[in-house]
Structure formats: C-alpha cells, structure tokens
C-alpha cells in the first residue's frame, strides 16, 4: 500500500508510481499507517481512582482515538464492531488484571475476534507481566497484540503506612514522566513497531511469584469490606462503586462480596469509613491530579 507525501492519497494495490491526482512520487506506507487506512482506534479502560483515566484520555488525544470508560452507557458492540484496533487501559493488581475488565472482556469476547490490540497499564512498582496477563486472556490467534507498554503512576492505597501518598511534587513528576513515554509509544505505534512489555521470562517470573496472591486476595476482598461506626449513610461510595457491590441498609451500608479492589470507595468517603481487605485508617484520600 503506498500514499502520496503529498495529497495523502492512497493507493491500495501498492503498484502505481506516480499519484494519479498530483503526480508526486508515491511511498509505500508503514505497518500502522497501512492499517489505519482501513482501521481506526478505540481506547477502552478502567481506571479505580484515576491514573489509568489520565493515560487513556491522553494516549487517545495523541492518536486521535474514540475514548471510553467500560462503566460508560455506550453501544460497546458497535463501537467494537466499527474499529480494527482496540487500546485496552487498567491498572495492574499483583500483575493481574482486574476483574472488572476480565469480565468486560469475556462479555464482548467473540466481537473481539480479528481485533489488533494496545494494551497500557499503570502500575505503582513491579508490575511483572501485568499486560501478558492481559493477552492470554484470550484463545490463541482470537487477537493480535501489536504493543504493549507498563506506566508508573502514583500510589492511591490511602490506608497502609508503608505506602506514601504523593505530594504535588511527585504528582508532577509522574505526569511528565508518564507524557515522554507516552510520546515514545505513539511515535513507535505509528512507525509500526511492535514492542510487548511484560513479556520477557523475568517478567513472568515475576508475574508468577505477585499473581499466586491474588485470587486469595480477590476472595479475601470480596468478604472484607468494612464499614466503621463513623459512616452517615451518605451515599458516596454506593453511588461510585463500579460493581454495584455497596447498598444502604437501615443503619450502615452493607456489601453484596463483588468487589474489584479499586479503592474508589475508601478514597471517595468523605469521611474515611469504609475500608476493603486492609483496615488501616486512611491517610489522605487520593484521587488523580495535574499539577502545574
């Protein structure tokens, strides 16, 4: 396939010269441009407390992509159905994926099939095969994974001492930090070079050592939601959970066990009284924030 430098217009058979239209000299496209020809992007994510949201919205701005939430009220289906490449945005959880986005996979499996896919991942250390965990979700050749990229973004576990919250200083770093690689990622996606972090044997090694825990962590999860004596029944953490899995009761909110260890609730209760698996008191409530 080859496009005029000048008019961009393209030949598809790749054997005409000259451009037809202005009669500049024809070059043979790239891997990516030859697809998007045909193909345009569609970014997907989840994103618990905002560092993914920040990364797909930005990678979608940079490749001109159709942006969505999975908890968004959109015709998954057809916007599926109408892009050849689909980005795949999540935060990484003991190089696993969440199980929000396992499900929202699993839901539109067959519509996925033949797709080219992203896949990005945010993470705040060691994330292992975080996006490797992503591909094998699928059968073998159901998808093409054409790049794959790990983006360290800040610590939003408000309640375990061990762990810093960030300052604005670092907020500021991160978001820079994030920005050059992200450049670098378009830059190479464009040029139609394949690069798949998390694929190498010690990142599975890795993998296997952090994601041994966390099936026993999701079940711990799904049974340890706990709502402190403070709670005012006000409603935040029922209105933004992204499983439905928090409803008030007479007294206090209760769980329905169906939680996907985002941490939203613990940071969005205004009054630090609700807590999942680790019962620390919360520190300094986190939420995504660009720093100037």
């Known amino acids: 396939m080859k496009k005029c430098p000048k008019c961009s217009k393209v030949d598809e058979s790749g054997s005409v010269r000259f451009c037809e239209h202005c009669g500049t000299e024809l070059f043979f496209m790239n891997r990516f441009e030859a697809t998007n020809v045909i193909d345009s992007i569609l970014t997907l994510y989840f994103s618990g407390t905002g560092n993914t949201k920040y990364i797909a919205e930005f990678f979608s701005k940079n490749m001109d992509a159709k942006c969505h939430s999975i ?3 959109a015709n998954f289906a057809e916007d599926i159905k109408a892009h050849g490449i689909i980005a795949f945005c999540y935060p990484v959880y003991m190089s696993r994926v969440p199980r929000i986005m396992r499900e929202f996979v699993n839901q539109h499996m067959k519509l996925l099939e033949g797709k080219k896919i992203i896949i990005l991942c945010t993470q705040l250390a ?10 094998v979700l699928f059968p073998k050749n ?5 790049y794959t990229e790990h983006f360290f973004m800040p610590n939003n576990v408000s ?12 907020m500021k770093m991160y978001a820079l930090r994030s920005q050059r690689k992200m450049h670098i990622v378009c830059e190479n996606i464009k040029a139609g070079k394949i690069r798949k972090r998390g694929f190498s044997l010690f990142s599975r ?5 952090q994601g041994v825990f966390m099936g026993t962590m999701e079940k711990r999860a799904n049974k340890t939601v706990k709502v402190a004596n403070n709670c005012t029944q006000c409603g935040v953490c029922v209105a933004v959970c992204p499983m439905g899995n928090l409803v008030p009761d007479s007294t206090s909110i209760t769980h329905k066990q169906n939680c996907t260890m985002c941490y939203r609730c613990i940071n969005k209760c205004p009054y630090g009284a609700i807590t999942v698996f680790w019962h620390g008191k ?3 409530r986190y939420a995504w924030r660009e720093v100037q």
Do not use: C, Q, W, Y
């Not at 060691?126 to 591909?135: E, I, K, N």
């Not at 159901?142 to 054409?146: A, L, M, T």
């Not at 309640?159 to 670092?170: E, G, H, R």
């Not at 090694?205 to 050592?209: I, S, V």
């Open 126 to 135: 060691l994330s292992g095969d975080g996006t490797r965990a992503f591909a």
């Open 205 to 209: 090694f890795l993998g296997l050592f």
């Open 282 to 284: 919360v520190k300094k």
């Open 142 to 146: 159901h998808v093409e994974v054409i």
């Open 159 to 170: 309640n375990m001492a061990i762990l810093p919250m960030a300052s604005d200083k670092s």
């Open 71 to 73: 908890e968004d009220d």
